[in-house]
């Protein structure tokens, strides 16, 4: 019998993904909400499809739903016919009703359920930044901001309990409501602290943003919908939200803007935030305090940031909880009365003290909770004040940075349910920037 050797065998050779190629963009999704068909082309879902193969936005999208606004959701909140994942592999439930909060919005309008990190409080969600491929994109609303800029969605429900509208709104060159905290309004949305927890939206532009508020209920009935415009407003600007640690080109951005708006006739007022501003990552730990006590008994089951965030707040004492539950009654019952007798409009301060994180150059961090300590790092989220003190909140873009070749966004953060107000007030400071907006790119490879 004569033995046989076998032929060696050789790896097989990768399979090479199919490379996402992006169509022109269709006329009708280049023109703004207000200009829109009542109904798209089958040309605007060809583009989603694609749009979504390229920048990763959607975990279900239905191109085939083509009214003149679409809608996205993210994914922890409950749309009938969609699952909500949670951002878990190991998750899914069917809801048999959508969330109160989307009351405003037609079931036929709603095309895609939308990325969200872990449990809204990890890091990895597998997007790209549409505008800016080099930038991480943020999260937790992550899908929505990207969804929004790469125009497979108009506008996006997301859920914002530190900063996690407007985050990514931000980061992607786009804009990013918080809504007044409510817990009404937190049925049906999946978020991690009751205390901090707001539904928020997302647009393209702040003219989108307004048509939309105009046009549809996006407050469920708690906020007057009429958008004013051409008023002469009066603004706080937070001159101690600049300090030296910020980036050079964030503070001189927002200085000439503050000029900007005095020249062109508005009641500018210097104000300094104080404990409002210093105590805003008392967020972060309670965000994380609750979201372990939520969300802890599946740590074997998430990602190393998503179980590193629930242990910094397992960390966290039941006496710290009440001390921490106690500020925040203090420091929202100040924030009111400061805007009450000071008949300020809004505060301004700048997005942040850094530009959106580069992925290409600088390392993610290990976990979205800060670890706290005696002195909090003055990078700490600007957009978590809001959060804090519940009140509602705008981020918007009003320029770019050539040498970071990123977007550079302000805030405005106003009295409850002043939604309508902070609209138009970005439409004019927009206006005053000369901001025009983004465009998508082709970014192969990342």
């Known amino acids: 019998m004569t033995e046989t050797t076998a032929p060696p065998r050789t790896a097989e050779p990768p399979v090479p993904l199919p490379a996402a190629q992006l169509p022109d963009l269709p006329a009708e999704l280049a023109q703004p909400l207000r200009e829109r068909p009542d109904v798209l082309s089958r040309a605007a879902a060809e583009w989603a499809q694609a749009a979504d193969a390229r920048f990763r936005a959607c975990v279900q999208l239905r191109p085939e739903v083509l009214p003149g606004i679409r809608v996205g959701v993210k994914d922890t909140v409950d749309v009938a016919g969609f699952p909500t994942r949670l951002g878990l592999r190991h998750h899914r439930h069917y809801p048999s009703r959508t969330a109160p909060a989307l009351a405003g919005i037609p079931a036929d309008w709603i095309n895609a359920k939308l990325v969200t990190t872990e449990l809204s409080i990890g890091l990895e969600h597998g997007c790209v930044n549409p505008y800016f491929p080099h930038l991480d994109p943020g999260g937790s609303s992550t899908g929505c901001a990207v969804a929004v800029a790469a125009n497979i969605c108009d506008l996006a429900m997301g859920t914002d309990t530190v900063a996690s509208v407007r985050l990514p709104a931000a980061a992607c060159g786009v804009v990013g409501l918080r809504l007044t905290h409510d817990p009404d309004a937190l049925v049906g949305l999946y978020g991690l602290s009751a205390q901090l927890d707001a539904p928020g939206w997302i647009t393209r532009t702040v003219d989108d943003l307004a048509f939309a508020w105009e046009r549809l209920d996006l407050a469920g009935g708690r906020s007057t919908r009429s958008v004013p415009v051409d ?71 998430l990602s190393p940031s998503t179980r590193r965030a629930l242990e910094i707040g397992a960390a966290t004492s039941d006496d710290r909880l009440e001390v921490l539950l106690q500020r925040q009654q203090a420091l929202r019952a100040d924030a009111r009365t400061r805007l009450a007798m000071t008949k300020l409009d809004a505060w ?48 918007f873009p009003v320029g770019y940075s050539a040498e970071h070749d990123a977007p550079i966004s302000v805030q405005l953060v106003g009295p409850d349910w002043t939604e309508a107000r902070l609209i138009g007030m970005a439409a004019t400071i927009t206006a005053v920037a000369g901001h025009r907006g983004f465009r998508v790119r082709e970014a192969r490879g990342t």
């Open 231 to 301: 008023e002469r407003w009066r603004i706080g600007v937070a001159i101690d939200t600049v300090v030296p640690e910020m980036e050079p080109e964030l503070a001189r951005s927002f200085t000439d803007l503050a000029a900007r708006l005095a020249a062109a006739g508005h009641d500018v007022v210097d104000v300094r935030l104080g404990d409002l501003f210093r105590d805003r990552g008392l967020a972060y730990e309670l965000c994380a305090r609750q979201a372990a006590d939520r969300y802890g008994g599946l740590a074997d089951q």
């Open 348 to 395: 301004l301060l700048p997005a942040g003290t850094l530009m959106p994180r580069n992925i290409i150059t600088e390392p993610a961090p290990e976990s979205t909770i800060p670890k706290p300590t005696l002195s909090p790092s003055p990078h700490v989220n600007y957009a978590a004040m809001a959060a804090l003190l519940g009140l509602p909140a705008i981020t």
